[in-house]
Every structure is written in C-alpha cells, then in structure tokens.
C-alpha cells in the first residue's frame, strides 16, 4: 500500500470555496489502475487540510502522475487567493497495515537509499 498526501494551507476566509471546488472537481481518479480511496481532510487547525490518496504501490501512483486523467484533474478551475502557498507533497509506503478481522500486512523491503532527509 502506498499514500500520498498534500498538505494545503487555505486562506481562513477561503475555506468553504475551497471546499466547494474540491466537491465540483472531476478527480478521474476512478479510471487510474490501482487507485485505493481518496479522502480530503479538513484538520481542526483554520486553512489547513489534506488530500490523502491510497494507490495499490508506489508504480500505480506514479502512473497515474503521468497520466492525460491526472493532467486533466489538476487543469480545474483556478486557485488564485484561495490558498495561502503551494501545497506540501508527502509520499510513504506503508510498512504495516492492519484491517478489522485481524488481517495484517507487513512490508519487509529495506528503505529506499534514496530518500530525502526532512524537509524543515
């Protein structure tokens, strides 16, 4: 399983159209193999929130990047003074995941040599 999230700050007095875009947006995201579930968050900190996707592996997400439908998606209406700066890409395989009925899966691949140090 593999995540990928942005972060994006909103402008406080933006947050309900940056709502309303995201609930009007066609995500495509049906038509990408290997695409989990998406969810956007809203966080209990004003402006702040995140789009979180789940992709079957790291190769399904990447091909969706590189896909007419992801170019497509993000060619959507225009987020001029809605967000207040560029969104924060965050990218993890999962290394355990557990499911109700005790169904639990663990990755034993090494880490990537290579990663990115932190970004702050």
């Given at each position: 399983?593999?995540?990928?999230?942005?972060?994006?700050?909103?402008?406080?007095?933006?947050?309900?159209?940056?709502?309303?875009?995201?609930?009007?947006?066609?995500?495509?995201?049906?038509?990408?193999?290997?695409?989990?579930?998406?969810?956007?968050?809203?966080?209990?900190?004003?402006?702040?929130?995140?789009?979180?996707?789940?992709?079957?592996?790291?190769?399904?997400?990447?091909?969706?990047?590189?896909?007419?439908?992801?170019?497509?998606?993000?060619?959507?209406?225009?987020?001029?003074?809605?967000?207040?700066?560029?969104?924060?890409?965050?990218?993890?395989?999962?290394?355990?995941?557990?499911?109700?009925?005790?169904?639990?899966?663990?990755?034993?691949?090494?880490?990537?040599p290579d990663r990115q140090g932190p970004?702050?």
């Open positions: 399983m593999f995540v990928a999230m942005n972060r994006f700050r909103v402008v406080p007095e933006r947050e309900a159209d940056w709502e309303r875009i995201w609930k009007e947006r066609e995500t495509h995201l049906q038509e990408a193999p290997g695409f989990v579930q998406f969810a956007l968050l809203r966080s209990d900190e004003v402006g702040e929130y995140i789009s979180h996707s789940i992709w079957l592996d790291r190769a399904a997400f990447e091909a969706w990047t590189r896909s007419d439908a992801f170019r497509t998606s993000h060619a959507q209406g225009s987020l001029e003074g809605v967000l207040a700066g560029p969104p924060e890409l965050g990218l993890f395989q999962a290394v355990v995941r557990e499911e109700p009925g005790g169904q639990r899966e663990l990755d034993d691949s090494a880490p990537a970004r702050h």
